[in-house]
């Protein structure tokens, strides 16, 4: 069994940064990516970035690219999203989640942090 653990959301004014990270824990198993995914109250959940388990390929939706970066740990089993220029739009649950090898899609997810950007 394998466990994702958000941790770094919270309160925060627009244009200020936040740094999300994700812990993954548990049964050892074979990574092809990691992401972060984003859902607002009324709206369907998004995808916001991912990262391939070689750190060489970055993925961003066109309404964070420029402004957020994601990143992971080469020794431990996290990976992180550094969160700048908040807008208030970005307000949401941040999700982290994983696609395992051979695996269709994202098949593990976090149980979300929640991040609010006010005006």
């Known amino acids: 069994q394998v466990t994702l653990e958000e941790s770094g959301g919270g309160l925060v004014q627009a244009g200020g940064s936040l740094r999300l990270s994700c812990t993954a824990s548990?049964?050892?198993?074979?990574?092809?990516?990691m992401a972060w995914f984003r859902h607002a109250p009324g709206k369907e959940r998004q995808f916001v970035s991912s990262?391939?388990?070689?750190?060489?390929?970055?993925y961003y939706s066109d309404s964070v690219k420029d402004r957020f970066m994601i990143s992971r740990h080469r020794s431990k089993n996290e990976w992180y999203l550094q969160m700048n220029n908040l807008k208030p739009k970005d307000t949401a649950v941040y999700y982290c989640?994983?696609?395992?090898?051979?695996?269709?899609?994202?098949?593990?997810w976090g149980q979300g942090t929640q991040v609010t950007v006010s005006s």
């Open positions: 990262i391939r388990w070689s750190g060489c390929s970055t």
């Open positions: 548990g049964r050892p198993f074979s990574v092809y990516a």
């Open positions: 989640a994983v696609q395992g090898v051979g695996a269709s899609n994202y098949d593990r």
